[in-house]
């Protein structure tokens, strides 16, 4: 399983101040809370069967993200994450990838493969962003709604009958 949180950019834009473009969505640096209305996702995605679970949270503690974990993941499956404390209480078999140090990929059998990463995560969250662009900014109360479809529509690739019962 590969873990990781996305922050939303918030809905409330002030239209008086003219502020450039570049600096318009993300004034103040930093993860987002539910609080200060850039609610955090939290993702998960299966290697093999490649099934997107995606949930707002409303923080992003090392408890919320272990109930996460646990609520989507096999007790034996590998969890890959990238380097942020928030995940260090993930009590499951960890694979960390350390973007601090220029890590992206790490090969830990020399194969030529490398088998720790989160770049099919990091994948999604494209698609998440570019589902939610149309929309402009989706209040935090009706976010959840809008990511469970956005999940649906990226789980449909893989429709099975099990996943439809």
């Known amino acids: ?35 200060n209305d850039r609610p955090p996702i939290v993702g998960t995605i299966g290697c093999k069967s490649k099934r997107v679970r995606l949930r707002v949270a409303h923080r992003t503690d090392s408890a919320t993200l272990s109930a996460h974990v ?62 939610l662009r149309p929309f402009r900014g989706v209040h935090k109360k009706f976010l959840s709604g809008y990511i469970a479809i956005c999940e649906f529509v990226i789980n449909l690739k893989s429709v099975t009958v099990e996943f439809i019962s």
Not at 8 to 20: D, F, G, M, P, S
């Open 70 to 131: 646990h609520q989507f993941t096999l007790p034996m499956a590998i969890v890959r994450t990238d380097g942020w404390r928030g995940y260090n209480g993930i009590d499951r078999s960890h694979a960390i990838v350390c973007h601090s140090d220029g890590e992206w990929a790490r090969d830990d059998d020399a194969d030529g493969i490398c088998e720790t990463h989160i770049n099919t995560i990091e994948g999604v969250w494209t698609t998440v962003r570019n589902f």
């Open 1 to 35: 399983m590969r873990c990781f949180k996305m922050w939303v950019k918030k809905a409330n834009r002030i239209k008086t101040q003219r502020i450039h473009p570049r600096r318009r969505g993300n004034r103040r640096r930093g993860h987002g809370t539910y609080a």
